[in-house]
Protein backbone atom coordinates (compact mmCIF):
# COMPACT_ATOMS: atom_id res chain seq x y z
CA UNK A 1 0.00 0.00 0.00
CA UNK A 2 2.98 2.30 -0.67
CA UNK A 3 0.45 4.70 -2.41
CA UNK A 4 -0.60 5.97 1.25
CA UNK A 5 2.61 6.82 1.53
CA UNK A 6 3.15 9.07 -1.34
CA UNK A 7 -0.07 10.02 -3.17
CA UNK A 8 -1.74 12.54 -1.60
CA UNK A 9 -5.21 11.66 -3.01
CA UNK A 10 -5.16 8.15 -2.22
CA UNK A 11 -4.56 9.17 1.56
CA UNK A 12 -7.20 11.48 1.49
CA UNK A 13 -9.90 8.82 0.37
CA UNK A 14 -8.42 6.83 2.52
CA UNK A 15 -8.50 8.80 5.66
CA UNK A 16 -11.99 9.74 5.05
CA UNK A 17 -12.65 5.88 4.58
CA UNK A 18 -11.59 5.06 7.95
CA UNK A 19 -11.37 8.01 9.96
CA UNK A 20 -15.03 7.82 11.78
CA UNK A 21 -14.45 4.15 12.10
CA UNK A 22 -10.98 4.74 13.89
CA UNK A 23 -12.96 7.38 16.09
CA UNK A 24 -15.80 5.48 17.15
CA UNK A 25 -12.97 2.77 17.89
CA UNK A 26 -10.76 4.96 20.09
CA UNK A 27 -13.99 6.49 21.25
CA UNK A 28 -14.92 3.09 23.36
CA UNK A 29 -11.59 3.32 24.82
CA UNK A 30 -10.66 6.20 25.82
CA UNK A 31 -12.26 8.75 28.52
CA UNK A 32 -11.28 11.89 27.10
CA UNK A 33 -12.12 13.77 24.26
CA UNK A 34 -7.75 14.46 23.79
CA UNK A 35 -6.94 10.93 23.61
CA UNK A 36 -9.09 10.23 21.14
CA UNK A 37 -7.91 12.61 19.41
CA UNK A 38 -4.15 11.38 20.13
CA UNK A 39 -5.13 8.12 18.94
CA UNK A 40 -6.64 9.03 15.87
CA UNK A 41 -3.64 10.74 14.57
CA UNK A 42 -1.21 9.08 15.52
CA UNK A 43 -2.71 6.16 14.05
CA UNK A 44 -2.98 7.13 10.89
CA UNK A 45 0.81 9.23 10.89
CA UNK A 46 1.69 5.52 12.07
CA UNK A 47 -0.16 4.38 8.96
CA UNK A 48 1.43 6.63 6.43
CA UNK A 49 4.56 5.73 7.98
CA UNK A 50 4.38 2.10 8.11
CA UNK A 51 2.47 1.67 4.40
CA UNK A 52 5.37 -0.65 3.35
CA UNK A 53 4.81 -2.82 5.68
CA UNK A 54 1.11 -3.25 4.90
CA UNK A 55 0.27 -6.55 2.48
CA UNK A 56 -3.26 -7.38 1.25
CA UNK A 57 -2.42 -10.39 -0.56
CA UNK A 58 -1.50 -12.00 3.44
CA UNK A 59 -5.65 -11.17 3.56
CA UNK A 60 -5.48 -8.54 5.56
CA UNK A 61 -8.15 -5.94 5.63
CA UNK A 62 -7.37 -1.92 6.20
CA UNK A 63 -9.54 -1.50 8.91
CA UNK A 64 -8.45 -4.84 10.67
CA UNK A 65 -4.48 -2.85 9.91
CA UNK A 66 -5.59 0.94 11.57
CA UNK A 67 -7.08 -0.92 14.64
CA UNK A 68 -4.67 -2.57 15.22
CA UNK A 69 -2.27 0.10 15.17
CA UNK A 70 -4.88 2.38 17.34
CA UNK A 71 -5.42 -0.29 19.98
CA UNK A 72 -1.56 -0.57 20.43
CA UNK A 73 -1.53 3.25 20.38
CA UNK A 74 -4.14 3.21 23.30
CA UNK A 75 -2.41 0.52 25.25
CA UNK A 76 0.63 2.87 24.77
CA UNK A 77 -1.05 5.75 26.32
CA UNK A 78 -2.37 3.75 29.04
CA UNK A 79 1.41 3.05 30.02
CA UNK A 80 2.96 5.89 29.58
CA UNK A 81 0.93 7.68 31.64
CA UNK A 82 1.70 11.37 31.84
CA UNK A 83 4.96 11.34 29.53
CA UNK A 84 4.19 11.88 25.96
CA UNK A 85 5.67 9.82 22.99
CA UNK A 86 8.03 11.44 20.58
CA UNK A 87 5.18 11.26 18.36
CA UNK A 88 2.56 12.72 20.04
CA UNK A 89 4.43 15.86 20.87
CA UNK A 90 4.93 15.75 16.70
CA UNK A 91 1.23 15.04 15.94
CA UNK A 92 0.05 16.71 19.00
CA UNK A 93 -3.86 15.53 18.11
CA UNK A 94 -5.36 17.09 20.78
CA UNK A 95 -3.96 20.43 19.61
CA UNK A 96 -6.08 20.04 16.82
CA UNK A 97 -9.19 19.82 18.69
CA UNK A 98 -11.44 23.35 19.22
CA UNK A 99 -14.57 23.59 21.33
CA UNK A 100 -17.06 22.11 18.84
CA UNK A 101 -14.60 18.87 18.46
CA UNK A 102 -14.24 18.84 21.98
CA UNK A 103 -18.29 18.82 22.53
CA UNK A 104 -18.63 15.98 19.32
CA UNK A 105 -15.84 13.97 20.76
CA UNK A 106 -17.42 14.00 24.22
CA UNK A 107 -21.14 13.00 22.21
CA UNK A 108 -19.65 10.38 20.73
CA UNK A 109 -18.02 9.01 24.21
CA UNK A 110 -21.33 9.00 25.22
CA UNK A 111 -22.79 7.49 22.19
CA UNK A 112 -20.18 4.46 22.47
CA UNK A 113 -20.56 3.59 26.02
CA UNK A 114 -22.12 0.34 26.78
CA UNK A 115 -25.26 -0.33 29.07
CA UNK A 116 -23.51 -1.30 32.64
CA UNK A 117 -25.48 -4.74 32.48
CA UNK A 118 -23.24 -5.68 29.42
CA UNK A 119 -20.11 -3.88 31.11
CA UNK A 120 -20.40 -6.05 34.07
CA UNK A 121 -20.79 -8.94 32.09
CA UNK A 122 -17.66 -8.04 30.23
CA UNK A 123 -15.60 -7.64 33.52
CA UNK A 124 -16.57 -11.01 34.30
CA UNK A 125 -13.67 -12.07 30.98
CA UNK A 126 -10.46 -12.08 31.46
CA UNK A 127 -8.93 -8.97 29.07
CA UNK A 128 -8.41 -10.95 25.96
CA UNK A 129 -11.06 -12.45 25.85
CA UNK A 130 -13.47 -9.27 26.02
CA UNK A 131 -10.81 -7.81 23.54
CA UNK A 132 -11.40 -10.42 21.80
CA UNK A 133 -15.52 -10.10 22.33
CA UNK A 134 -15.52 -6.46 21.51
CA UNK A 135 -13.86 -6.59 18.53
CA UNK A 136 -16.38 -8.56 17.02
CA UNK A 137 -19.27 -7.35 18.73
CA UNK A 138 -19.06 -4.16 19.42
CA UNK A 139 -16.36 -2.59 17.12
CA UNK A 140 -17.98 -4.59 13.91
CA UNK A 141 -14.76 -6.26 13.06
CA UNK A 142 -14.69 -9.42 11.27
CA UNK A 143 -12.87 -12.01 12.73
CA UNK A 144 -9.87 -11.96 10.65
CA UNK A 145 -9.67 -8.51 10.89
CA UNK A 146 -9.94 -8.79 14.80
CA UNK A 147 -7.44 -11.10 14.76
CA UNK A 148 -4.96 -9.42 12.41
CA UNK A 149 -5.61 -6.11 14.73
CA UNK A 150 -4.53 -8.43 17.80
CA UNK A 151 -1.48 -9.43 15.33
CA UNK A 152 -2.82 -13.80 16.48
CA UNK A 153 -3.47 -16.16 13.84
CA UNK A 154 -7.11 -16.55 13.03
CA UNK A 155 -7.04 -20.03 14.90
CA UNK A 156 -5.77 -18.46 18.02
CA UNK A 157 -8.29 -15.49 17.99
CA UNK A 158 -11.27 -17.67 17.46
CA UNK A 159 -9.91 -20.12 20.30
CA UNK A 160 -10.13 -16.43 22.81
CA UNK A 161 -13.62 -15.23 21.14
CA UNK A 162 -15.25 -18.78 21.78
CA UNK A 163 -14.36 -18.62 25.43
CA UNK A 164 -15.62 -15.62 25.47
CA UNK A 165 -18.46 -16.79 24.34
CA UNK A 166 -19.05 -19.24 26.35
CA UNK A 167 -18.32 -17.02 30.10
CA UNK A 168 -20.41 -14.25 28.56
CA UNK A 169 -23.01 -17.03 28.01
CA UNK A 170 -22.82 -17.30 31.93
CA UNK A 171 -24.31 -14.02 32.46
CA UNK A 172 -26.70 -14.05 30.52
CA UNK A 173 -30.57 -14.20 31.85
CA UNK A 174 -33.72 -13.39 29.79
CA UNK A 175 -33.82 -9.96 30.79
CA UNK A 176 -30.29 -9.18 29.49
CA UNK A 177 -30.97 -8.41 25.69
CA UNK A 178 -27.90 -6.52 24.90
CA UNK A 179 -25.68 -9.79 26.18
CA UNK A 180 -28.32 -11.45 23.84
CA UNK A 181 -27.13 -9.39 21.17
CA UNK A 182 -23.55 -9.34 21.42
CA UNK A 183 -23.74 -13.73 21.35
CA UNK A 184 -25.53 -13.67 18.45
CA UNK A 185 -23.06 -12.04 16.91
CA UNK A 186 -20.50 -13.84 18.17
CA UNK B 1 -17.36 10.87 15.09
CA UNK B 2 -20.87 11.41 13.42
CA UNK B 3 -19.67 13.61 10.47
CA UNK B 4 -16.91 15.28 9.68
CA UNK B 5 -15.49 18.36 11.86
CA UNK B 6 -12.86 20.90 11.81
CA UNK B 7 -10.51 18.54 13.83
CA UNK B 8 -10.75 16.01 11.01
CA UNK B 9 -10.13 18.45 8.26
CA UNK B 10 -7.13 19.94 10.54
CA UNK B 11 -5.92 16.02 10.46
CA UNK B 12 -5.99 15.78 7.11
CA UNK B 13 -3.99 18.84 6.33
CA UNK B 14 -1.63 17.99 8.91
CA UNK B 15 -1.40 13.90 7.50
CA UNK B 16 -0.93 15.58 4.03
CA UNK B 17 2.27 17.51 4.69
CA UNK B 18 3.54 14.51 7.02
CA UNK B 19 3.26 12.74 4.02
CA UNK B 20 4.22 15.13 1.38
CA UNK B 21 7.42 16.03 3.70
CA UNK B 22 8.82 12.67 3.41
CA UNK B 23 8.14 11.13 6.92
CA UNK B 24 6.65 8.22 6.04
CA UNK B 25 10.52 6.95 5.46
CA UNK B 26 11.56 6.61 8.78
CA UNK B 27 11.63 2.94 9.64
CA UNK B 28 11.47 3.14 13.58
CA UNK B 29 7.68 4.80 13.31
CA UNK B 30 6.42 1.78 11.46
CA UNK B 31 3.28 0.58 13.12
CA UNK B 32 4.10 -3.11 15.23
CA UNK B 33 0.99 -4.75 14.36
CA UNK B 34 1.09 -8.11 13.72
CA UNK B 35 3.73 -10.82 13.54
CA UNK B 36 6.51 -10.71 11.00
CA UNK B 37 6.54 -7.58 8.69
CA UNK B 38 8.59 -9.15 6.16
CA UNK B 39 7.11 -9.84 2.62
CA UNK B 40 5.55 -13.39 3.21
CA UNK B 41 7.35 -16.28 0.60
CA UNK B 42 3.85 -17.84 -0.14
CA UNK B 43 2.82 -14.30 -1.18
CA UNK B 44 5.95 -13.83 -3.41
CA UNK B 45 5.53 -17.41 -4.87
CA UNK B 46 1.73 -16.63 -5.91
CA UNK B 47 2.74 -13.64 -7.20
CA UNK B 48 5.69 -15.19 -9.48
CA UNK B 49 2.88 -18.05 -10.62
CA UNK B 50 0.63 -14.83 -11.73
CA UNK B 51 4.05 -13.49 -13.87
CA UNK B 52 4.36 -17.15 -15.04
CA UNK B 53 0.39 -17.77 -16.17
CA UNK B 54 0.76 -14.06 -17.99
CA UNK B 55 4.11 -15.22 -19.93
CA UNK B 56 2.08 -18.69 -20.32
CA UNK B 57 -1.12 -16.93 -21.75
CA UNK B 58 0.47 -14.50 -23.85
CA UNK B 59 0.00 -14.40 -27.42
CA UNK B 60 1.41 -12.18 -30.27
CA UNK B 61 3.86 -10.77 -27.47
CA UNK B 62 6.84 -8.39 -28.41
CA UNK B 63 10.02 -8.61 -27.05
CA UNK B 64 9.28 -5.28 -25.28
CA UNK B 65 5.98 -6.00 -23.41
CA UNK B 66 5.87 -5.43 -19.82
CA UNK B 67 6.13 -8.52 -17.70
CA UNK B 68 4.71 -8.56 -14.45
CA UNK B 69 7.11 -9.60 -11.85
CA UNK B 70 6.75 -10.52 -8.08
CA UNK B 71 7.55 -6.74 -6.85
CA UNK B 72 5.05 -4.99 -8.98
CA UNK B 73 1.90 -3.53 -7.53
CA UNK B 74 -1.65 -4.43 -8.52
CA UNK B 75 -1.54 -1.27 -10.49
CA UNK B 76 1.75 -2.38 -12.28
CA UNK B 77 0.78 -5.83 -13.04
CA UNK B 78 -2.78 -5.24 -14.44
CA UNK B 79 -0.71 -2.41 -16.65
CA UNK B 80 1.63 -5.43 -17.71
CA UNK B 81 -1.56 -8.16 -18.12
CA UNK B 82 -2.90 -5.22 -20.46
CA UNK B 83 -0.35 -6.65 -23.50
CA UNK B 84 -0.12 -10.35 -22.36
CA UNK B 85 -4.26 -10.85 -22.34
CA UNK B 86 -5.33 -13.87 -23.99
CA UNK B 87 -8.13 -13.26 -26.79
CA UNK B 88 -9.13 -17.29 -26.12
CA UNK B 89 -11.45 -16.26 -23.63
CA UNK B 90 -15.51 -16.02 -24.27
CA UNK B 91 -16.63 -13.11 -21.53
CA UNK B 92 -19.96 -13.37 -19.54
CA UNK B 93 -21.29 -11.38 -16.73
CA UNK B 94 -24.47 -11.30 -15.00
CA UNK B 95 -25.78 -7.56 -13.99
CA UNK B 96 -28.48 -7.41 -10.97
CA UNK B 97 -29.48 -4.27 -10.55
CA UNK B 98 -31.38 -2.88 -7.62
CA UNK B 99 -34.38 -2.80 -9.18
CA UNK B 100 -33.83 -6.41 -9.34
CA UNK B 101 -33.60 -6.71 -13.01
CA UNK B 102 -31.10 -8.45 -14.57
CA UNK B 103 -28.39 -8.47 -17.73
CA UNK B 104 -26.45 -11.11 -18.85
CA UNK B 105 -23.85 -10.22 -21.61
CA UNK B 106 -21.61 -12.46 -23.74
CA UNK B 107 -18.72 -11.31 -25.98
CA UNK B 108 -15.80 -13.00 -27.88
CA UNK B 109 -12.78 -10.61 -27.62
CA UNK B 110 -11.48 -11.94 -30.92
CA UNK B 111 -14.37 -11.53 -33.29
CA UNK B 112 -16.23 -8.90 -31.36
CA UNK B 113 -19.36 -11.02 -31.38
CA UNK B 114 -21.76 -10.18 -28.42
CA UNK B 115 -25.49 -11.33 -26.95
CA UNK B 116 -27.59 -8.85 -24.45
CA UNK B 117 -30.01 -11.20 -22.89
CA UNK B 118 -32.31 -8.86 -20.42
CA UNK B 119 -34.71 -10.40 -17.51
CA UNK B 120 -36.94 -8.74 -15.30
CA UNK B 121 -36.73 -9.45 -11.42
CA UNK B 122 -39.34 -12.91 -11.82
CA UNK B 123 -36.13 -13.91 -13.82
CA UNK B 124 -38.39 -14.30 -17.07
CA UNK B 125 -36.20 -13.27 -20.43
CA UNK B 126 -38.05 -10.43 -21.50
CA UNK B 127 -35.84 -9.23 -24.60
CA UNK B 128 -32.24 -9.69 -26.00
CA UNK B 129 -30.18 -9.15 -28.73
CA UNK B 130 -26.73 -10.16 -30.68
CA UNK B 131 -24.29 -9.20 -33.24
CA UNK B 132 -21.95 -11.18 -35.02
CA UNK B 133 -19.61 -10.59 -38.39
CA UNK B 134 -21.22 -11.49 -41.34
CA UNK B 135 -20.20 -12.11 -44.89
CA UNK B 136 -18.03 -8.91 -46.58
CA UNK B 137 -17.54 -7.51 -43.02
CA UNK B 138 -20.63 -6.87 -42.67
CA UNK B 139 -22.37 -7.41 -39.17
CA UNK B 140 -25.69 -9.30 -38.96
CA UNK B 141 -27.83 -9.09 -36.23
CA UNK B 142 -30.75 -10.42 -34.16
CA UNK B 143 -33.40 -8.69 -31.89
CA UNK B 144 -36.24 -11.01 -29.61
CA UNK B 145 -38.53 -9.71 -28.10
CA UNK B 146 -40.13 -12.09 -25.80
CA UNK B 147 -42.95 -10.06 -24.47
CA UNK B 148 -44.72 -9.26 -28.04
CA UNK B 149 -43.04 -13.08 -29.26
CA UNK B 150 -41.59 -11.18 -31.74
CA UNK B 151 -37.86 -10.99 -33.43
CA UNK B 152 -36.10 -9.39 -36.18
CA UNK B 153 -33.03 -9.48 -37.94
CA UNK B 154 -31.08 -6.95 -39.58
CA UNK B 155 -27.53 -6.61 -41.46
CA UNK B 156 -25.53 -3.21 -40.72
CA UNK B 157 -22.04 -1.88 -41.91
CA UNK B 158 -21.33 -1.27 -38.13
CA UNK B 159 -23.30 -2.24 -35.27
CA UNK B 160 -23.71 -0.59 -32.39
CA UNK B 161 -23.96 -3.72 -30.51
CA UNK B 162 -20.24 -5.02 -31.66
CA UNK B 163 -18.60 -2.48 -29.46
CA UNK B 164 -21.16 -3.46 -26.31
CA UNK B 165 -20.73 -5.03 -23.62
CA UNK B 166 -17.46 -2.79 -23.08
CA UNK B 167 -16.38 -5.27 -20.46
CA UNK B 168 -13.30 -7.05 -22.84
CA UNK B 169 -10.84 -7.87 -20.56
CA UNK B 170 -8.12 -5.15 -21.88
CA UNK B 171 -11.38 -2.56 -21.07
CA UNK B 172 -11.57 -3.99 -18.14
CA UNK B 173 -7.86 -4.12 -17.21
CA UNK B 174 -7.05 -0.37 -18.71
CA UNK B 175 -10.16 0.98 -16.04
CA UNK B 176 -8.51 -0.81 -12.91
CA UNK B 177 -4.99 0.53 -13.77
CA UNK B 178 -6.24 3.65 -14.40
CA UNK B 179 -8.47 4.17 -11.10
CA UNK B 180 -5.73 2.64 -8.73
CA UNK B 181 -2.75 5.20 -10.88
CA UNK B 182 -5.41 8.24 -9.71
CA UNK B 183 -6.04 6.81 -6.79
CA UNK B 184 -9.92 6.38 -7.20
CA UNK B 185 -9.49 2.75 -6.41
CA UNK B 186 -7.41 0.92 -3.88
CA UNK B 187 -6.24 -2.30 -2.50
CA UNK B 188 -8.56 -3.43 0.25
CA UNK B 189 -7.17 -6.82 1.31
CA UNK B 190 -7.40 -10.69 -0.03
CA UNK B 191 -10.57 -12.60 0.08
CA UNK B 192 -11.21 -16.60 -1.45
CA UNK B 193 -14.29 -16.49 -3.89
CA UNK B 194 -15.11 -19.40 -4.86
CA UNK B 195 -11.98 -21.20 -4.44
CA UNK B 196 -10.01 -18.49 -6.20
CA UNK B 197 -7.82 -16.17 -4.20
CA UNK B 198 -8.54 -12.28 -5.39
CA UNK B 199 -7.64 -8.68 -4.50
CA UNK B 200 -10.17 -6.76 -3.34
CA UNK B 201 -10.28 -3.43 -4.61
CA UNK B 202 -12.48 -0.20 -3.54
CA UNK B 203 -13.23 2.31 -6.02
CA UNK B 204 -14.78 5.85 -5.21
CA UNK B 205 -16.24 7.32 -8.34
CA UNK B 206 -16.32 10.90 -9.49
CA UNK B 207 -19.62 11.62 -7.77
CA UNK B 208 -18.95 9.53 -4.45
CA UNK B 209 -20.82 6.31 -5.59
CA UNK B 210 -18.73 3.29 -3.88
CA UNK B 211 -17.95 -0.49 -5.41
CA UNK B 212 -15.99 -3.23 -4.52
CA UNK B 213 -14.25 -5.48 -7.33
CA UNK B 214 -12.91 -8.73 -6.89
CA UNK B 215 -9.63 -9.28 -9.20
CA UNK B 216 -8.32 -12.98 -9.45
CA UNK B 217 -4.65 -12.53 -8.47
CA UNK B 218 -3.98 -15.31 -11.08
CA UNK B 219 -5.55 -14.01 -14.09
CA UNK B 220 -5.72 -10.16 -12.85
CA UNK B 221 -9.22 -10.13 -14.45
CA UNK B 222 -12.32 -9.45 -12.45
CA UNK B 223 -14.76 -12.00 -10.81
CA UNK B 224 -17.11 -10.05 -9.37
CA UNK B 225 -18.12 -6.00 -8.30
CA UNK B 226 -20.49 -4.88 -5.68
CA UNK B 227 -21.37 -1.32 -6.12
CA UNK B 228 -24.46 0.66 -4.70
CA UNK B 229 -26.69 0.09 -7.26
CA UNK B 230 -25.05 -3.30 -9.13
CA UNK B 231 -23.78 -5.91 -8.31
CA UNK B 232 -21.74 -8.26 -10.93
CA UNK B 233 -20.33 -11.40 -11.60
CA UNK B 234 -17.78 -11.84 -14.30
CA UNK B 235 -16.63 -15.64 -15.87
CA UNK B 236 -14.16 -15.88 -18.72
CA UNK B 237 -14.58 -19.07 -20.27
CA UNK B 238 -12.74 -21.25 -22.97
CA UNK B 239 -13.33 -20.22 -26.42
CA UNK B 240 -14.47 -23.96 -27.22
CA UNK B 241 -17.34 -24.21 -29.79
CA UNK B 242 -20.04 -24.87 -26.66
CA UNK B 243 -19.37 -21.16 -24.91
CA UNK B 244 -19.17 -19.77 -28.87
CA UNK B 245 -22.85 -20.94 -29.58
CA UNK B 246 -24.00 -19.40 -26.13
CA UNK B 247 -23.49 -16.07 -27.99
CA UNK B 248 -26.08 -16.39 -30.62
CA UNK B 249 -29.75 -17.03 -29.68
CA UNK B 250 -31.85 -19.74 -31.25
CA UNK B 251 -35.13 -17.51 -31.66
CA UNK B 252 -38.16 -19.76 -30.13
CA UNK B 253 -40.85 -21.96 -32.13
CA UNK B 254 -44.04 -19.71 -32.93
CA UNK B 255 -42.71 -16.13 -32.58
CA UNK B 256 -43.78 -13.26 -35.54
CA UNK B 257 -40.55 -12.40 -37.22
CA UNK B 258 -40.91 -8.63 -38.15
CA UNK B 259 -39.36 -6.79 -40.79
CA UNK B 260 -36.74 -5.51 -38.91
CA UNK B 261 -35.81 -5.74 -35.37
CA UNK B 262 -38.41 -5.55 -32.51
CA UNK B 263 -38.26 -2.56 -30.20
CA UNK B 264 -37.25 -3.27 -26.34
CA UNK B 265 -40.38 -3.93 -23.69
CA UNK B 266 -41.48 -0.37 -22.68
CA UNK B 267 -40.30 1.22 -25.57
CA UNK B 268 -42.88 3.33 -27.78
CA UNK B 269 -42.16 5.00 -30.89
CA UNK B 270 -43.59 8.79 -30.35
CA UNK B 271 -46.53 9.03 -32.61
CA UNK B 272 -45.17 11.78 -35.10
CA UNK B 273 -42.54 8.84 -35.85
CA UNK B 274 -42.41 7.91 -39.59
CA UNK B 275 -44.85 11.14 -40.69
CA UNK B 276 -43.46 13.12 -43.55
Excluded at chain 1, 156 to 176: E, I
Aim: charged share 20%; hydrophobic share 40%; with cysteine.
Amino acid sequence: MLWLATDRDSLEIFYRRHVAAVAAFAARRCHVAGDIADVVSVTFMKAVSGAHTFDPRRGRSALGWLVGIALNEIREQARRDQRQSALIARVGGHRLLDDSDVVRMEQLIDAQRLSPQLERALAQLSNVEREAVLLVAVDGLSSGEAAMALGLSSTVFRARLSRGKRHLRRSFTDSSTEIAEVIAVL
Amino acid sequence: MSGSGQFEERLLTKLVSFQQNGNHASETMAPRTGRGRSRPIVAAATVMAVAAVLVATRTGSSPSDPVATPAMSLEARTVAALSTASHEVVFHSTVVQSSGSVSELWRDDQTGASRVVRKDAAGQVVWETAFRPGPGGAVQGVTINYQDRTWGEREVDAAPGMTEPPETAAALQQQLAENLKNGRSMEDGSEVVDGRMTTRVKTIGAKGETSTLWIDNETLLPVKQIGDTINVTYSWAPRSSENLAALWPAVPAGFTKLDGPPLPPGVKLPASFGRS
